[in-house]
């Protein structure tokens, strides 16, 4: 027996029915952001959602199922994130000035995203089992990186260690913007990220 994914669930829906769903994800998106997983209830979901238990269960079983929800739709982002990587990195102006337009998508995808990946942060400090999908997602976004930059061999850089080291870097900072704890313009923070990757690995 077959389960049907949550993209399966939602080409399936009318109109209506795929707006509903979307109103439960973001309110889901709002109470795992405010409270934290692991705190979250269905009752704050229906309550922002402004809808009743029976409908929220019409379109997840729980709360795991509408974070899972979650998780699909930023993987997909995240999936897109790393094919648009230029296939080959090179310390010059056009290569700099790729890498730069690319950590530009890194971070956009983390405006939007950045609830759902702080939720698999405290997946992960909490041995959660969807703490894996977060990791397996950020381990893709740096072997991506690997695969295309050229790395100096006098550095002795083991590129996958070096690039992992960097995208966690990137989540951080981006986190800190995103969450106010660092006062700095949006292209500032990009502009520094894709300087310290093109200086650390180019260079």
Not at 61 to 80: H, N, P, R, W, Y
Not at 88 to 115: H, K, T
Not at 119 to 148: K, N, P
Not at 169 to 181: A, D, F, I, V
Request: with cysteine.
């Amino acid at each position: 027996m077959t389960t049907a994914t949550p993209g399966d669930t939602e080409r399936r829906l009318r109109p209506r029915g795929q707006r509903t769903r979307a109103r439960l994800l973001d309110a889901g998106l709002e109470v795992f952001t405010q409270k934290g997983f692991h705190a979250a209830r269905v009752d704050d979901i229906v309550k922002v959602a402004s809808t009743s238990h029976g409908t929220f269960y019409l379109y997840f079983t729980s709360k795991e199922g509408l974070f899972e929800a979650l998780v699909e739709e930023a993987a997909g982002d995240m999936s897109v994130l790393i094919d648009s990587l230029p296939t080959r990195i090179r310390n010059d102006d056009l290569g700099r000035a790729a890498l730069r337009a690319w950590v530009g998508q890194f971070a956009d995808l983390y405006s939007r995203s950045g609830g759902t990946l702080r939720v698999w942060a405290e997946a992960e400090l909490s041995g959660d089992r969807m703490a894996g999908i977060g990791d397996d997602l950020m381990g893709s976004l740096a072997a991506a990186l690997a695969s295309r930059v050229t790395i100096p061999r006098r550095t002795g850089l083991d590129p996958a260690m070096a690039t992992l080291a960097l995208i966690a870097m990137c989540e951080r900072l981006l986190y800190y913007g995103m969450t106010g704890q660092l006062k700095a313009d949006h292209d500032v923070i990009v502009d520094t990220l894709a300087d310290i990757i093109a200086d650390a690995i180019l260079s």
